[in-house]
């Protein structure tokens, strides 16, 4: 799992790159939870363009992050996924705490014009 | 067609990626939609990581079983491990269940495994084992 990380104003953007398991939340963990307290993240933006893979533990990994901005009025929001992705993130009920959009281009909309 | 296979591994997390890899190059021959096939990857993946997180709470030096059957386009799925058991198996199958809250876990793992697979069965014994049974019937194309 690779991911590139922008941080604009008050936003973090992640790109992911891989598969979103167990086997690759430790890093991607070790590498973002820090950056969003630092930097006082309120949105994330998850990019799953190139993530062809995602499991339950993808979806804890982006419910721990929701639970981080949560208190400064945050929002998650997440685009790109693919349909397997799709079933998975409707599976576990995210929906209610996160925006889907089609690609970045419509999530940096959103954003601005909050 | 008949065939099987059966394995045992680490418990440690990078080995979730080899379980999914196997049982793909186990089903190579078959002629499954890619749909099934990441249905199946899926089951797999949520069933290793419950046995190394929970079962064995990441103690490599433990193993974890996986064996997988084929007969009549019907694939049989078990994963075994001799950790610490599930004391009531009906709560920890609820949606949103987690021992481990504090640690983003999304308590979704039996709850995938029940959606995406034909047949679900999960036994065990406190402090002994967990044996996660399942069942996914498809159609070669």
Same mark, same amino acid.
């Given at each position: 799992?690779?991911? !590139?990380?922008?941080?604009r104003?008050?936003?973090l953007?992640?790109?992911?790159?891989?598969?979103?398991? !167990?086997?690759?939340?430790?890093?991607?963990?070790?590498?973002?939870?820090d950056?969003?307290d630092?930097y006082?993240?309120?949105?994330?933006?998850?990019?799953?363009? +190139?993530?062809?893979?995602m499991?339950?533990s993808?979806?804890?990994?982006?419910?721990?992050?929701?639970?981080?901005?949560?208190?400064?009025?945050?929002r998650?929001?997440?685009?790109?996924?693919?349909?397997?992705?799709?079933?998975?993130?409707?599976l576990?009920?995210?929906k209610?705490?996160? @925006?889907?959009?089609?690609? =970045?281009? !419509?999530a940096? %909309?959103?954003? +601005?014009?909050? | 067609?008949?065939?099987?296979m059966h394995?045992?591994? @680490?418990a !440690?997390? @990078?080995?979730?990626?080899?379980?999914?890899?196997?049982?793909l190059?186990?089903l190579?021959?078959l002629?499954?939609?890619v749909?099934?096939?990441? +249905?199946?990857?899926?089951?797999?993946?949520?069933?290793?990581?419950?046995?190394i997180?929970?079962g064995?709470?990441?103690?490599?030096?433990?193993?974890?079983?996986?064996?997988?059957?084929?007969?009549?386009?019907?694939?049989?799925?078990?994963v075994?491990?001799?950790?610490?058991?599930? +004391?009531d198996? =009906?709560?920890?199958?609820?949606?949103?269940?987690?021992t481990k809250?504090?640690?983003?876990?999304?308590?979704?793992?039996?709850?995938?495994m029940?959606v995406?697979?034909?047949?679900?069965?999960?036994? @065990? %014994?406190?402090?002994?084992?967990?044996?996660?049974?399942? %069942?996914?019937?498809?159609?070669e194309?």
């Amino acid at each position: 799992m690779n991911v !590139q990380m922008t941080i604009r104003g008050g936003t973090l953007v992640m790109r992911l790159k891989g598969d979103l398991d !167990q086997a690759s939340i430790e890093s991607l963990k070790r590498k973002s939870v820090d950056i969003i307290d630092k930097y006082y993240i309120r949105n994330i933006v998850f990019n799953f363009e +190139e993530v062809s893979f995602m499991d339950s533990s993808g979806i804890g990994y982006i419910i721990g992050r929701y639970t981080q901005v949560k208190n400064r009025r945050g929002r998650i929001i997440v685009c790109s996924m693919n349909s397997l992705i799709e079933r998975i993130f409707n599976l576990s009920g995210l929906k209610r705490i996160c @925006s889907v959009v089609e690609n =970045e281009e !419509q999530a940096t %909309k959103i954003l +601005e014009a909050a | 067609m008949k065939n099987e296979m059966h394995v045992s591994f @680490s418990a !440690q997390n @990078s080995n979730v990626i080899f379980a999914r890899t196997i049982a793909l190059g186990f089903l190579v021959n078959l002629k499954i939609s890619v749909n099934v096939l990441n +249905e199946i990857k899926t089951v797999i993946s949520e069933a290793v990581t419950n046995a190394i997180v929970h079962g064995y709470k990441n103690d490599a030096t433990k193993l974890v079983e996986m064996d997988m059957y084929i007969d009549s386009e019907e694939l049989t799925i078990v994963v075994k491990d001799y950790g610490v058991g599930i +004391e009531d198996v =009906e709560v920890a199958k609820q949606p949103m269940y987690s021992t481990k809250e504090s640690e983003d876990r999304a308590g979704l793992g039996f709850t995938i495994m029940e959606v995406f697979t034909d047949e679900l069965v999960v036994e @065990s %014994k406190l402090n002994e084992y967990t044996i996660v049974t399942m %069942k996914k019937r498809y159609h070669e194309e």
